[in-house]
């Protein structure tokens, strides 16, 4: 299977999903803040509700097209349906991630019909004394964003920088305590244009994100994970229906937008970038 991905809004071809039925509300990690804030209400996702947004989600994904490639699920693995972070491609390269968490590893066995697709030459396993994730990396063509966080070292920049050697820039971004990943403080629109919470990146960081126009959040919206929403070409984005300000703005830019329910699947501090891997994307 072909693997191309040189950044985050070309016309989406496949992606990886996960379905979220291995989910269970009664053994709910305390792995990140959103989820602690829920737990604390006594307010975790239920199973059904985030069942029927990734069936609408994924509904519209192949209404527009796109090839959904689904995953297997993994007896105890948890948060199986974030399959960003499991692994990400970028050019032809297709890089399987070392997770933080142990509970999380495990995932991946159930991409092995998947995986056993690629070609075995374009497939790079991140070393198990360095720490990856998906979440962390955002494709920019020639230029790649690397969040420095909780779960990403900087052992896992230069491991990338190692790979890919003088073809690509690497640009680490140093993130705040307690925000998880990069994609839930930075998402990348186009070329010119990204959605950024200031307050979760610290500010040498931030001046790196110099030549973008910015739609900046709110505490609250960042909160609902406004950055994570999925380009699926450059002229269209699926955003959770609730953000109708970010709405706004992206369509101010003449940029369509597909409001879908994902408030309940939030919950547990992923959205629709967050459950989505993409394989293919072309110009």
């Not at 985050?8 to 039925?21: C, P, R």
């Not at 590893?105 to 056993?116: D, R, T, V, Y």
């Amino acid at each position: 299977m072909k693997v191309n991905v040189n950044n985050e809004y070309d016309k989406l071809q496949k992606v990886i999903v996960a379905s979220a039925n291995y989910y269970d509300p009664t053994k709910v990690a305390m792995n990140n803040e959103t989820i602690k804030h829920y737990k604390e209400k006594e307010n975790v996702p239920k199973k059904e509700i985030m069942l029927e947004e990734q069936k609408k989600f994924w509904e519209t994904l192949k209404e527009n097209n796109i090839d959904i490639l689904i995953a297997d699920q993994v007896e105890g693995a948890k948060g199986q349906m974030f399959t960003r972070d499991l692994a990400f491609a970028i050019g032809d390269k297709f890089f399987i991630s070392n997770m933080r968490k142990e509970n999380r590893k495990a995932a991946i066995n159930g991409w092995n019909h998947i995986i056993n697709t690629i070609a075995k030459e374009n497939i790079i396993k991140v070393p198990d004394d360095i720490y990856l994730e998906g979440g962390d990396v955002l494709v920019d063509n020639k230029t790649i964003y690397v969040g420095v966080s909780e779960r990403t070292t900087m052992d896992g920049v230069n491991f990338l920088k190692s790979v890919l050697e003088e073809s690509y820039t690497i640009i680490p971004l140093k993130l705040k305590e307690k925000f998880l990943h990069l994609d839930v403080v930075f998402t990348i629109i186009n070329p010119n244009l990204a959605i950024v919470y200031k307050e979760g990146l610290e500010e040498d960081s931030y001046k790196l994100l110099d030549k973008f126009d910015k739609i900046t959040l709110t505490e609250k919206e960042q909160f609902e994970l406004g950055t994570n929403v999925f380009v699926i070409n450059p002229k269209t984005i699926i955003i959770n229906s609730n953000h109708k300000r970010i709405k706004e703005e992206i369509e101010k830019r003449n940029i369509k937008t597909i409001p879908l329910e994902m408030e309940e699947t939030a919950k547990l501090g992923g959205a629709f970038r967050c459950t989505t891997c993409p394989i293919e994307r072309i110009e």
